[in-house]
């Protein structure tokens, strides 16, 4: 097995405070990397500044260091340690925006520390919006119409050129933050505002809303050989303008047919090899249009996501395990699967069964804050359902929510909370 020969070191960057938007999840995808990396007999040097996760454990790496997850901090211990490589794809978005800061201040390059998973360009291409559009359209892969924004001026006259209602998207940020949905001029300049302010860089892609569309994700990994596979496909119970955190999310795909499935992974294939993700795991969404099938692309995650541990957990394939190996220089092709310990894991699972994920929402913690699901992510939790049925794994993740609703029973719809959802709109 062709594992990178120099390396003998390698420095793992968490996720930080469990926050909403970046919990649990990441410390499950972290403690699974750390201990594949451990098994290759590789030095592990993790760095989270949460002493309250299972992947700060001392057991679970070399070394653990529990510090501020800043570049004064990493830079004093990546001096003293000197690892050959900084793994910065497991530690969510708060580990990118700290790799594209260590990469800018020159201090990997000092150091002679390279990036595994995902390097400076692919992180810039897939999360600056405005990158991500031009790779977009060298694909050819539609997107809504959008501009993206950087003074509050400009803004206003794209929305004056866009029209209402209209969807933000703060380039770098986590969970959505700063984002929203805005219907009217007075909603707008106030969410404009704020994702400027949000926004590590100051700027804001504001696109036409595409409200009422489904929305798909597709959980894929590649190797440095370009092998590439789909790990989980996974539909939005809610349509586009609810986080896909938010959401109820049904795995696999429930609505599309097979034709509109092989364009979607197609096309997810070559915006990945367009990206120049080498070795990994990724996550992209994409929006259909319920009747008419027009397929828009919305995002791309070039890192082990919110959503890989729902596909892990969904599908038996250790996504986090699986991308740390591949990023030491493994292929698919070398590394077993952990269930049938026979086959490789470039054979892409298949499901007989459906699980539904149902998100927990605790609003009566947050006095102020407005039971109302947008593009900014609100839940502090979820739970996941398996059936062999939409209905029976539906019901059983209702029954895990611990609320008043002990499952699901007919109920006339209310029209509103359709076109406006928040947290009880399926009860």
């Not at 047919?257 to 969404?285: F, P, S």
């Amino acid at each position: 097995m062709a594992r990178i020969a120099s390396l003998k070191k390698v420095l793992i960057l968490g996720s930080g405070p469990i926050v909403i938007g970046q919990a649990a999840e990441f410390d499950y995808s972290g403690t699974q990397a750390c201990k594949a990396l451990m098994q290759e007999g590789l030095e592990v040097i993790l760095i989270n500044s949460n002493p309250a996760t299972i992947m700060t454990d001392p057991d679970l790496a070399t070394r653990v260091y529990i510090e501020p997850l800043t570049v004064p901090f990493v830079e004093k211990i990546l001096e003293k340690e000197r690892p050959d490589a900084v793994i910065p794809t497991l530690g969510g978005q708060t580990a990118l925006n700290l790799a594209l800061e260590l990469e800018k201040a020159g201090i990997l390059k000092r150091l002679n520390v390279q990036l595994l998973g995902a390097d400076p360009a692919v992180i810039r291409a897939a999360e600056d919006r405005e990158e991500f559009r031009t790779i977009l359209d060298q694909v050819g892969a539609k997107y809504p119409k959008s501009e993206m924004v950087r003074t509050f001026e400009q803004g206003r006259d794209v929305a004056s050129r866009l029209g209402y209602p209209l969807i933000l998207r703060p380039n770098y940020t986590l969970g959505g933050g700063g984002g929203g949905v805005a219907y009217t001029p007075e909603e707008y300049e106030h969410m404009i505002l704020r994702g400027l302010a949000e926004s590590p860089t100051s700027e804001v892609l504001v696109e036409e809303s595409i409200l009422g569309w489904k929305e798909f994700e597709l959980e894929v990994m590649r190797d440095k050989d370009g092998t590439f596979v789909i790990i989980c496909t996974i539909e939005n119970f809610d349509p586009c303008g609810v986080h896909t955190g938010d959401s109820i999310t049904v795995a696999p795909i429930q609505t599309l047919t097979d034709r509109q499935y092989q364009e979607m992974r197609d096309e997810a294939r070559k915006i990945v090899n367009k990206v120049g993700l080498q070795t990994g795991g990724a996550n992209v969404q994409f929006a259909v249009h319920p009747t008419t099938g027009e397929r828009v692309v919305i995002e791309m995650n070039p890192r082990v996501s919110r959503s890989s541990a729902l596909a892990s957990k969904a599908t038996g394939f250790p996504i986090a395990k699986i991308a740390a190996l591949l990023a030491i220089g493994y292929t698919l092709e070398e590394i077993r699967n952990d269930i049938t310990r026979t086959t490789p894991s470039c054979y892409e699972p298949a499901l007989d069964y459906v699980v539904t994920k149902i998100p927990r929402f605790a609003f009566e913690k947050f006095p102020g804050s407005k039971d109302l699901l947008t593009t900014m992510m609100k839940s502090v939790g979820e739970v996941m359902g398996i059936g062999r049925t939409f209905k029976e794994s539906f019901h059983k993740a209702v029954s895990s929510l611990e609320g008043a609703d002990e499952g699901f029973y007919p109920v006339i719809l209310d029209e509103k909370l359709l076109a406006i959802p928040n947290s009880k709109r399926i009860f």
